[in-house]
């Protein structure tokens, strides 16, 4: 069978969740690290973003369209539960992951320690301060949500864990948010109970952009 590949550096949060996909179910591939707007990821992406896949003749960009793809081309437990209403549940949790979460915490906010550590500046202070008020309602909220069961989502880990996973990673990553997850500890315990597991642990990034780029 054709070599299947993940694109995109190590550090993407969403890279990282194709990477947890692939490992949970037990899906060998080859991971291919490359930047954003780079040739490989702009034949692939139109918008030239993290990650893209190859198998074959088929290439898919958008972490949830190559999970997808994933879960049905291959056998293998699956992050994706069957149960129809757990399964939109899941959905669910990874629609507010990628379009509440990471454009605020990651994008906005994280963003103002890596594009400034790329650039071999301090993080971008005032990009900081006017972001944490908007994300600090985000926390009791997340908090909440995982009090329950330790997970997201019933009782086992799900592919909306494998998506808030590598976000929570980032907040206890610096300072202002590292503060608003030990002000939620069911939150903060998920973190470090996801953490430890085995395909987080295996794919989880070498370094952390905004620390190496400072060295
Ligand atoms: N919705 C996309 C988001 C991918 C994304 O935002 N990737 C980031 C890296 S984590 C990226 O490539 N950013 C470059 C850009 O937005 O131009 C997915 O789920 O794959």
């Not at 550090?11 to 179910?25: A, G, L």
């Not at 990651?106 to 994300?135: F, H, N, S, W």
């Not at 206890?172 to 998920?190: H, K, W």
Request: charge should be neutral; proline fraction near 9%.
């Amino acid at each position: 069978m054709a070599d299947l590949q993940i694109i995109g550096g190590s550090p993407s949060n969403f890279v990282w969740v194709t990477r947890i996909f692939c490992t949970e179910k037990g899906v060998p591939y080859s991971h291919v690290q490359a930047m954003p707007h780079t040739p490989e990821v702009d034949a692939i992406h139109p918008f030239g973003k993290v990650p893209v896949m190859r198998h074959g003749d088929v290439t898919l960009c958008e972490s949830r369209a190559i999970c997808r793809y994933i879960d049905s081309a291959f056998d293998g437990p699956s992050l994706m539960p069957r149960d129809p209403v757990i399964a939109a549940q899941v959905e669910q949790w990874v629609s507010i992951v990628c379009t509440t979460l990471d454009p605020l915490w990651i994008r906005q906010y994280y963003a103002a320690y890596v594009l400034t550590a790329r650039a071999g500046k301090e993080p971008d202070r005032a990009r900081i301060d006017e972001t944490i008020p908007k994300m600090a309602p985000h926390f009791p909220i997340m908090e909440r949500a995982v009090a329950k069961t330790g997970h997201l989502v019933g009782e086992n880990f799900t592919l909306a864990d494998a998506y808030l996973t590598p976000v929570l990673f980032y907040m206890n990553a610096v300072p202002e948010s590292r503060a608003l997850l030990a002000q939620s500890p069911q939150l903060a315990a998920y973190l470090e109970r996801h953490l430890s597991r085995e395909s987080i642990q295996e794919t989880k990034p070498p370094f952390l952009v905004h620390e190496m780029m400072r060295r």
